[in-house]
């Protein structure tokens, strides 16, 4: 990875869709040194074609994105999109096919009216799930209870996550939501929505994109391109659709997916050589779910770290140090700013204030989506 | 390293298919496709691409919905928001990269459930220029399909036997929806309906799902005696923007063959390959793709299928399958049944729509209205 | 990053900025409905829930019973057995109390929902249900819960021919 880019994240920005692409790309581009004629082929990854009101919105998109008379296509892999289409930008290059690749990442989620909850209501199963009328936050609530049942989890441990990552956020330029003075206090007290999840525990909808411009090892070689970080192992999986009948405590999918990164990146013990962690965190105890299925954490053991300091920027194991979805904002598939982003900014000592103050070389980071279900993972290395 | 395609799966296609929900018609063609494989789909595929779109399906995140059925469940799986021949292009992506050995790809469409396709096919297009002006989205095939007709001087009437072809091999296609034996003039004679395209020129939705199986050299050669080799696959699109596109000719096609034929060392297509399964779902598109993909020149296509050039037994064998005109409009899943087709051709199992001796197949597919893109597949057998 | 680049793209509006029209806009309602054939399985499983029973499929070769009922095993990826009833009593795996409704509009009574799994079908294997006739106070992971079926005139073959999830009173089975 050469370059990245990313927009602010607002509830609602002015830009179109194609004007956020092009923010991105643009930025992406100019921070590797490169122009669209040097890029081969364009990945999109964009989340819901209903938010931003439009069918085949990758078609849409996509002249913003740089994909004009170029190979063009868009991934759509729900929540897991944000990491997952680094990873198809990823075999466009492994595969010798393109040299040099743009991944650009979208979401509008303002253009959908009354509100983004709405197409919410699609996402259900129309014969299971759908007649009882379901509100996305159902899903967040049940998963969560589950996890805190099963492990014995407070609601204070996971307010922790919620502070951590909006404080973390008030260095990351583009956030929506950073608070410096948040206190797990003002998480609990905050308005319950479907208990167990409170208004603070959650992430709302934004707008926003980003980019990654990817190369050859051969491109960065002959061009001496000095900041660089590889991808050094991706994973991908996904979960029967069947999700009443699937025990929601501990996230399977993302441990095939994370063991599926870690064997090509050939990590044997992921709890001591990696560093550092964007952990997909659109609520709070999702980031605690996820180090546990990123195998960072055993089973019921990431409130600890988290209570410990042991994910704190200057801990030993920081996780979300770019402020997280909690804390930068959640434009689905445009989060990738903040997960593969991050890593490349920090891997290349790019993050400015909320560079890790100790030196960090792999980092990992996954994605997460559809009904409880998807698990994009990607390891990268200084 | 060679990637080949080593099993197929196709459903009957049919105007509607009531009896079945979307995920028992992708169950049957991903069971008939591990059947033709020789694959467990459990312990023997490392990755698995769905090509869908949302407002196809009628669901905010398809995605959710595609594993079980394709034997995917807890793998690694993904949706690309494309043709089948997108999804295709990255499975041989994938498998280029070393760390997939086996893919699957699959394409459907359940357009019998969409109780407002046209609703559907509309909300396609740019919301600030041209939602406002209303009108059915055909339209713009009608505008493109009169741009082409004029700057290529091709006469209506080759439309007629690009129709004409199309349904009448669909007679010979078991899983064809729509065979028919209709004759060249009448097409020209059915309804006006986005003028110059009459009520015969366009394809009919239909239902019907396919699953390929792709495998590395080494996997393919484990499996199959005789896999089908990808010799090459492009893809590319043009702008999206209606004002600004070249509309009588299909860049996004040449772009797309440009590359396919770069990575399968062919340099003069109109000698090197013996048959095309191209996009059809407009009778026009046969012709713009054919002059695109550098089959025939650059306002010839009309003339030669006047000829009979592209029937089974002619010189370049366009749309043995049927079509999308003879088999029904499969949305995205038209390039992977395009391929499907292609494979059956060569492998010599194309029953009575085989064109003999048959080396080298190309499968291209369109993604549709408003769009401009699209993506092409070269496929050969021997060495 | 943040040393080099000053000037992060995006300009912020505010709710009236669009609700005001302060910002030109074009408003579209897509016509977009479906009708989606529900299939074998489905089917059955509508009809029986109109009958006041749930029934699962079986697979011989991991030996479960699944529900909600399917045509094919997920895991052996094979078309499964046979029907069979399960038990309209189960255990609540894990509820939510919800002050929001579908749009996300505040309510003022909460709405019990959450997953019970059934007995009869094999361990996990449930559906997402209300549950009522127990207060937020009273609801837990682990409770034993009884389906509360709609009066038989009432039932249409949807999953609310089941209004709703009570709490197993003693003597029931």
Redesign the interface.
């Known amino acids: 990875m050469i370059g990245a880019g990313m927009t602010l994240f607002r509830r609602r920005l002015q830009e179109t869709g194609k004007e956020l692409c092009y923010e991105a790309a643009r930025m992406a581009l100019d921070s590797a040194g490169l122009t669209l004629a040097d890029v081969d082929a364009v990945v999109s990854g964009s989340a819901p074609d209903a938010f931003d009101g439009v069918h085949m919105k990758g078609e849409y998109l996509l002249d913003g994105a740089g994909g004009y008379r170029k190979p063009y296509v868009r991934v759509f892999t729900g929540g897991g999109t944000g990491v997952f289409s680094t990873i198809a930008g990823w075999w466009h290059v492994a595969s010798g096919l393109a040299d040099v690749v743009l991944v650009v990442n979208e979401e509008k989620m303002s253009s959908c009216q009354p509100h983004a909850q709405s197409v919410f209501a699609h996402i259900w199963d129309p014969i299971l799930d759908r007649p009882l009328q379901p509100n996305l936050v159902w899903i967040f609530a049940m998963e969560m209870n589950r996890y805190m049942t099963v492990h014995g989890v407070k609601k204070e441990d996971i307010a922790l996550v919620a502070v951590k990552n909006k404080r973390n956020a008030v260095d990351h330029p583009c956030a929506q939501l950073a608070d410096p003075k948040i206190t797990v206090e003002d998480v609990l007290k905050s308005e319950v929505m479907a208990w167990p999840v409170q208004r603070l525990d959650i992430s709302p909808p934004s707008d926003g994109a980003s980019a990654v411009v990817l190369a050859s090892d051969e491109v960065i070689r002959k061009r001496r391109i000095k900041d660089r970080a590889w991808i050094s192992g991706v994973g991908w999986c996904i979960d029967s659709t069947m999700w009443t009948d699937r025990d929601l405590y501990f996230p399977q999918y993302v441990a095939r997916a994370a063991k599926m990164a870690y064997k090509m990146a050939k990590i044997g013990d992921p709890r001591r050589e990696i560093d550092f962690a964007e952990p997909y965190d659109p609520f709070d105890y999702k980031e605690l779910h996820h180090l546990e299925g990123l195998l960072l954490a055993k089973k019921g053991e990431a409130p600890k770290l988290t209570r410990e300091g042991v994910t704190q920027r200057d801990g030993d194991l920081p996780a979300c140090p770019s402020g997280g979805l909690m804390g930068v904002g959640n434009p689905i598939a445009a989060t990738m700013g903040q997960k593969i982003g991050e890593l490349f900014w920090q891997l290349t000592g790019q993050a400015g204030k909320r560079q890790i103050p100790h030196e960090v070389r792999t980092g990992v980071s996954n994605g997460w989506g559809d009904l409880m279900q998807y698990g994009s993972v990607v390891v990268m290395r200084a | 390293m060679r990637v080949g395609i080593v099993g197929v799966g196709m459903t009957a296609f049919r105007s509607s298919t009531p009896e079945y929900s979307w995920k028992e018609l992708m169950y049957e063609a991903a069971s008939r496709a591990y059947a033709d494989a020789g694959v467990d789909p459990r312990t023997q595929v490392d990755s698995f691409l769905t090509c869908a779109e949302d407002y196809y399906e009628g669901f905010g995140i398809f995605d959710e919905f595609v594993p079980d059925q394709i034997g995917a469940a807890l793998r690694p799986t993904c949706t690309v928001s494309g043709d089948g021949l997108h999804g295709l292009a990255n499975a041989f992506m994938q498998i280029q990269t070393g760390l997939i050995d086996v893919a699957v790809v699959e394409a459907h469409s359940k357009a019998s459930d969409i109780t407002t396709l046209a609703g559907v096919v509309e909300h396609g297009l740019d919301p600030i220029w041209n939602k406002p002006l209303g009108g059915h989205p055909y339209i713009v095939a009608g505008l493109e399909a009169d741009a082409y007709l004029r700057s290529t001087r091709t006469p209506a009437r080759s439309l007629g036997a690009v129709v004409s072809k199309n349904r009448r091999n669909g007679l010979r296609n078991p899983h064809a929806a729509y065979g028919a034996d209709v004759d060249p003039a009448q097409p020209l004679a059915s309804e006006e309906r986005f003028s110059p395209l009459r009520a015969l020129d366009i394809s009919a939705p239909a239902d019907g799902a396919i699953v390929l199986v792709v495998a590395s050299e080494r996997a393919a050669r484990r499996l199959r005696a005789d896999p089908v080799w990808i010799r090459g696959v492009g893809w590319a699109s043009d702008s999206p923007s209606l004002e600004t596109r070249d509309r009588a000719a299909a860049t996004y096609a040449r772009l797309a063959a440009q590359m396919a034929y770069r990575l399968a060392k062919i340099r003069a297509p109109a000698r090197e390959i013996d048959l095309a399964e191209v996009d059809d779902r407009f009778s026009y598109k046969e012709l713009q793709h054919l002059e695109a993909l550098g089959l025939a020149r650059a306002g010839e296509a009309g003339r030669r299928a006047l000829n009979g050039d592209f029937s089974i037994d002619g010189r370049l064998p366009v749309n043995a399958s049927g079509g999308s005109l003879g088999c029904g409009n499969v949305f995205e899943a038209t390039g992977l049944h395009r391929a499907a087709e292609v494979v059956l051709q060569l492998r010599g199992d194309a029953g009575s729509r085989q064109v003999d001796g048959a080396n080298v197949g190309l499968a291209q597919s369109w993604r549709f209205v408003p769009s401009a893109s699209g993506a092409v597949a070269v496929l050969g057998v021997g060495k | ?5 000053s000037k ?8 009236d ?2 609700y005001q029209a302060k ?1 030109t806009q ?3 309602r ?13 089917s059955r ?2 009809e029986e829930l109109q009958q006041g029973r749930l029934v699962a499929r079986t697979c011989r070769r991991c030996k479960r019973v699944l ?2 009922p ?3 095993c ?4 094979r078309p499964t057995d046979g029907w069979t009833y399960i038990r309209d009593t189960g255990t609540i ?12 509009r505040r309510i003022a009574q ?1 709405i019990l ?3 019970v799994s059934l007995d009869g079908a094999s361990p ?7 549950f009522a006739e127990m207060t ?1 106070d009273q609801i837990r ?1 682990g409770m034993r819960v009884k389906a509360v079926w709609r009066p038989p005139a009432e039932r249409r073959g ?3 021919d089941i209004a709703y999830f009570r709490p197993l009173r003693e003597g029931e089975a």
Do not use: Q
């Open positions: 990053m943040t040393a080099r680049i992060w793209p995006g300009k912020e509006l505010h709710a900025d669009l910002v074009v408003r579209f897509p016509d977009a409905k479906y009708a989606w054939s529900a299939g074998e399985a489905m499983f509508l529900f909600p399917r045509m094919f997920e895991e052996c990826f795996e894990t509820f939510s109390v919800s002050y929001l409704d579908r749009d996300a909460p929902v959450g997953v996990m294997m449930g559906m997402m249900h209300y937020p992971i949807s999953v609310l």
